[in-house]
């Protein structure tokens, strides 16, 4: 694509792009928050434009870098909002960790200890792993006194960070001992976002944040496994075998959803729902620029039926 996209990129979403977007892809990739709900309230029109798209033969797949929630979880969320989602089509960077983890073939008999939530032990669990740590760890103490020593599990061979709203002393001190001190110890973070849209009113603090307490106390770099790594991607791919130029990214987030699609060679639609405004995004700084922007996904159902 090189240098044609620089030169077309960013339209805003109009009647006649949005027509030769539909007539051009097969597959939708959304990312869910801050483009399907903020927090747990639905995004207006959300519903109207997922059932309009399916109706025409799109195939849908909800590609969401919140490790919290494991696919059965998320599934769960759609159908309480109103919307028929199976987990076959959602993808999930807790999902992404366990399969990075399958894929490398990393030993059943070792063990993987999670900072982060629920939905990464479910993930880890259902594809064969032994999950330690999680929410349980987040109530647990250190004890900083002379002639101390912190002990931790030998056996554990990864160590997965994520969203981690109980962050603690205790963890990084785990996790951290695991990485440096277990021979051969996988570190994986879920994914870097800086922030993320965990209530319907602000931003809070992503797992880019736990990520980075790591980072500061190994000295070591994580591997990537949601966006906008090609892993995800190119898992997607084996399961659907549909070409990504003829997908289309559907993000809130410049960094982790466009520079997804983009890696992989998807079209690009911003939505101003979510972390990214105007302003950011028209930035001289910002060299991530979709192939088209608009202000929530319900203006593609607007568009083609006003």
Request: aromatic share 8%; hydrophobic share 35%; with cysteine.
């Amino acid at each position: 694509m090189g240098d044609d996209r620089s030169t077309t990129a960013c339209q805003p979403l109009s009647l006649i792009n949005v027509r030769s977007l539909l007539d051009s892809v097969d597959c939708f990739l959304f990312d869910c928050d801050g483009v399907i709900w903020k927090g747990d309230t639905l995004i207006d029109g959300v519903p109207q434009t997922l059932e309009m798209l399916r109706s025409m033969g799109k195939k849908l797949v909800f590609v969401t870098n919140n490790s919290t929630k494991s696919r059965r979880q998320n599934a769960h969320k759609f159908q309480s909002l109103g919307i028929a989602v199976t987990e076959d089509e959602i993808f999930t960077s807790s999902y992404a960790a366990a399969m990075y983890l399958k894929v490398n073939e990393f030993p059943t008999e070792k063990k993987v200890y999670v900072i982060g939530g629920e939905g990464i032990l479910e993930e880890l669990k259902l594809a064969g792993f032994t999950g330690l740590g999680g929410p349980e760890d987040g109530k647990k103490t250190v004890q900083l006194k002379t002639n101390t020593l912190f002990e931790h599990d030998k056996s554990v061979g990864a160590v997965v960070v994520g969203l981690d709203p109980h962050l603690n002393y205790y963890k990084l001190q785990y996790g951290t001992l695991c990485i440096r001190e277990n021979q051969g110890c996988i570190f994986i973070a879920t994914n870097r976002d800086a922030t993320g849209n965990l209530t319907d009113l602000q931003e809070w603090p992503g797992a880019g944040c736990m990520v980075a307490a790591i980072c500061g106390s190994t000295q070591r770099e994580p591997v990537v496994v949601g966006k906008p790594s090609t892993f995800l991607m190119d898992f997607l791919q084996k399961q659907y075998n549909i070409p990504t130029a003829k997908m289309c990214m559907v993000g809130d987030r410049l960094d982790t959803d466009i520079l997804f699609g983009q890696n992989a060679g998807c079209k690009t639609l911003l939505v101003l729902s979510g972390v990214t405004n105007q302003s950011t995004l028209q930035d001289p700084s910002n060299h991530i620029k979709p192939d088209i922007y608009t202000n929530q996904i319900s203006d593609i159902f607007n568009l083609l039926n006003s």
